[in-house]
């Protein structure tokens, strides 16, 4: 009896991994992909660090033209 109660457990455990595997997986609500391409990742971060870059430009940009404005005013 118990080499059959065993066998019944890891067939169970192995249908259960299967389940577990073929789910949709979401994170914060936004369904998560089985497989990552890690290659896609990195080309993207390396775009975001571009758009920071350029968006820290403009930002001293503006505060040093605020700047000048505020020295004629003053």
């Given at each position: 009896m118990s080499?059959?109660?065993g066998a019944i457990g890891v067939a169970g455990g192995v249908?259960?991994?299967r389940t577990a595997l073929q789910r949709n997986r979401k994170l914060?609500?936004?369904k998560m992909p089985v497989k990552i391409d890690l290659a896609d990742v990195t080309k993207q971060i390396g775009v975001a660090g571009k758009q920071f870059g350029k968006l820290a430009g403009?930002?001293?940009a503006v505060?040093?033209?605020a700047e000048q404005v505020?020295?004629?005013i003053g």
């Open positions: 080499a059959a109660a249908l259960l991994g914060l609500g936004v403009e930002v001293r505060r040093e033209k505020g020295k004629a």
